[in-house]
């Protein structure tokens, strides 16, 4: 691919078949066409109105919980996201239309109050959103994950949330409020500092530095923030862990976590077609890495590995992250939620334990 067609502003640079898919428009015959078909559309925003929005984690690598997604697709565009894999059960393809179809659960808050009415509802986490990120763009205008908030504050409902953009600030009241309750646990995805690669990779998230921005201003504000540095991309950013690390402790962080990248199903070659055209002088030995990581391959999906590899490079990136953690982080924790707040409309009800 020549330079002037990489598609900027887009991790992904192509569109894989969707292997449930019966028929695909392809462009077999380019020389037959009066002009290219169209490769790079604008972002739309597809209404939805699904029958439930809460699922129950049952894998051993993330503990007990559930997770709470309003949108399936992310504008973000981050190249290396597993959550890719989803978009094909929606009849989209795993690369761009990743990106620019962004199903939106509209019935999302209605869903949510249905579920925590339940008399079988068992009081544990509820992570904000466990595949895509509940604050990318269209959240300014939607408002479902403020509105998410606002019924597990009214609830008393422990959440947990992840997110790389600084849009989280604007429910910093929302936040406040389940805080004095130890109802919230708040996670920044602090992925490179290197504002280049960034750009490469994440083209449509915040910057590294407004992310260290927000893991301060939440932490002023006395909210237990750990910072992710996931995923670990040998051969990219594994250098960068111990300035991360040591940023984020700097912003009031009080725990890190991080996991290794694994590229399954359409990731892995929608990776390389990525990886092979941006940095194409060490393209193969990235690969490599993430191969020797995972067994060989550079797909994994095997539990209690899958996430954190194996093998020497795993060894090594685990290593680097233990000492910077316990140089910049000793002493620090993130203070445990309280199930004993939550209350229906019914009256109060048993929380976890």
């Not at 067609?5 to 462009?27: E, I």
């Not at 990776?271 to 060989?296: M, N, Y």
Request: glycine share 8%; proline share 5%.
């Amino acid at each position: 691919m020549k330079a002037e067609d990489f598609l900027r502003g887009r991790g992904a640079q192509y569109n894989p078949a969707n292997k449930y898919l019966k028929q695909a428009y392809v462009a077999e015959h380019i020389e037959g066409l009066d002009e290219p078909m169209l490769s790079d559309s604008k972002t739309e925003f597809l209404p939805t109105h699904p029958k439930t929005i809460v699922n129950k984690i049952d894998s051993p690598d993330l503990g007990m919980g559930y997770s709470l997604n309003p949108y399936q697709g992310c504008e973000h565009g981050c190249v290396y996201c597993y959550a890719r894999n989803s978009h094909q059960y929606w009849g989209y393809g795993a690369g761009l239309d990743f990106e620019r179809k962004i199903i939106v659960k509209e019935n999302a808050p209605e869903l949510l109050i249905k579920q925590l009415e339940s008399k079988n509802w068992q009081v544990m986490p509820i992570m904000l959103a466990g595949n895509t990120d509940c604050y990318q763009p269209i959240e300014a205008k939607k408002k479902i994950t403020r509105r998410i908030l606002e019924i597990l504050l009214k609830y008393k409902h422990p959440v947990s949330i992840i997110t790389k953009n600084a849009l989280i600030l604007r429910d910093l009241d929302l936040l406040t409020e389940l805080n004095k309750l130890d109802l919230v646990h708040v996670n920044i995805s602090i992925t490179t500092l290197d504002e280049k690669l960034r750009q490469k990779f994440e083209p449509r998230t915040a910057t590294g530095s407004k992310r260290l921005d927000v893991v301060r201003q939440l932490s002023a504000a006395g909210l237990p923030v750990n910072v992710m540095v996931a995923p670990v991309i040998p051969g990219l950013n594994d250098s960068e862990i111990p300035q991360i690390i040591k940023q984020a402790a700097e912003a009031g962080a009080k725990n890190a976590a991080y996991t290794i990248v694994r590229l399954n199903g359409e990731i892995g070659p929608i990776f390389e077609d990525w990886i092979t055209q941006t940095f194409p002088d060490r393209a193969q030995k990235v690969l490599s890495q993430i191969a020797d990581c995972h067994g060989g391959q550079v797909n994994d999906s095997r539990f209690g590995t899958r996430m954190s590899g194996e093998g020497k490079f795993a060894e090594t990136i685990a290593k680097l992250f233990k000492m910077s953690k316990q140089k910049y982080m000793a002493g620090r924790s993130i203070k445990p939620y309280n199930y004993s707040h939550f209350c229906t409309s019914k009256g109060k009800q048993l929380g976890l334990f």
